[in-house]
């Protein structure tokens, strides 16, 4: 089985600067597809970044200039970073994962609790 195991969520001022972690333990015999998701209070869950296996990059639209997501296999690890911060990033961030198998499929077997953050 895997879990996943958020963290770094924290309450920051506009215009900082944060740093999630997901932990990935159990199964981690295999190689997965990473990515965020994050949920604003009173709003539908979007999709914000993924990272492939191989380590290749994706993002949505609103996240491209803010935020990076970035891996480290060696502890099974992957991370969100967004600068310039703004309330509007409030929100619970959701890890996920999914198995790699060159290519990251449609969907997401594997989901973190998620971790807050706010800005004010």
């Known amino acids: 089985d895997v879990q996943l195991v958020e963290s770094g969520g924290v309450s920051v001022q506009a215009g900082g600067t944060l740093r999630l972690s997901c932990e990935v333990s159990?199964?981690?015999?295999?190689?997965?597809?990473m990515g965020w998701f994050r949920q604003a209070p009173g709003k539908e869950r979007e999709e914000v970044a993924g990272i492939e296996g191989d380590g290749s990059t994706n993002y949505v639209d609103f996240a491209r200039d803010r935020f990076t997501i970035s891996r480290d296999n060696a502890k099974n690890t992957a991370y969100l970073q967004i600068i310039n911060l703004t309330p509007e990033d409030t929100g619970v961030y959701t890890c996920?994962?999914?198995?790699?198998?060159?290519?990251?499929?449609?969907?997401?077997?594997?989901w973190g609790q998620g971790t807050q953050v706010t800005v004010s």
């Open positions: 996920v994962a999914e198995t790699w198998v060159g290519y990251c499929p449609d969907f997401f077997t594997y």
């Open positions: 159990g199964d981690t015999s295999g190689t997965y597809c």
